[in-house]
């Protein structure tokens, strides 16, 4: 069965810090990995896609990491700002009725 | 660009009563998807249509219709409404720019069924 599992549930950290959350996927056959963030009461928004070649791919303070082998991928947010707060959504192309499985998101707070 | 629009952005309905969500790209993306969002269970697939003049079904279709009226848009209907339909409904497209492709979602409707 195609899945992704991302963790933590949620975070919780202070202004500044660093942190890094973690997208597990069982999708087969793979096409591409992509990150969203999603503000309260917004649509979800692209950060970064990631293709099977990829292992790296950064966007501002915000960079993703592809271990395809693993099938293990990592957003980091370096120098965290109270407008990270949001949800990070982990999606992977290749498997679902239209070829999306989508993760159930980590909660991500800033604290000043 | 507008990109992509929904209406409304609020409903209450009573059970029974029936609604169209309606979604509307002006980026000229072939696939359009309706998504609905639930606390603890992440967006879930309720139909998509790849192309002008075709739908499937996605994860979740029991309860929903979809009508996929030209490229632009692409609605959703509740026929009879029930309270197990409260949720957030996102629309969504996919365009490829490039060798990559973005999805794009909407703002989301938020609808309450009492």
Known sequence: ?112 | NAGVTQTPKFQVLKTGQSMTLQCAQDMNHNSMYWYRQDPGMGLRLIYYSASEGTTDKGEVPNGYNVSRLNKREFSLRLESAAPSQTSVYFCASIGSEGVQETQYFGPGTRLLVL
């Open chain 1, 1 to 112: 069965k195609n899945q992704v599992e991302q963790s933590p549930q949620s975070l919780i950290i202070l202004e500044g810090k660093n942190c890094t959350l973690q997208c597990n996927y069982t999708v087969s056959p793979f096409s591409n990995l992509r990150w969203y963030k999603q503000d309260t009461g917004r649509g979800p928004v692209s950060l970064t896609i990631m293709t099977f070649s990829e292992n790296t791919k950064s966007n501002g303070r915000y960079t993703a990491t592809l271990d395809a082998d693993t099938k293990q991928s990592s957003l980091h947010i370096t120098a965290s700002q109270l407008s990270d707060s949001a949800s990070y959504i982990c999606v992977v192309r290749g498997g679902g009725a239209d070829g999306l499985t989508f993760g159930k998101g980590t909660h991500l707070i800033i604290q000043p």
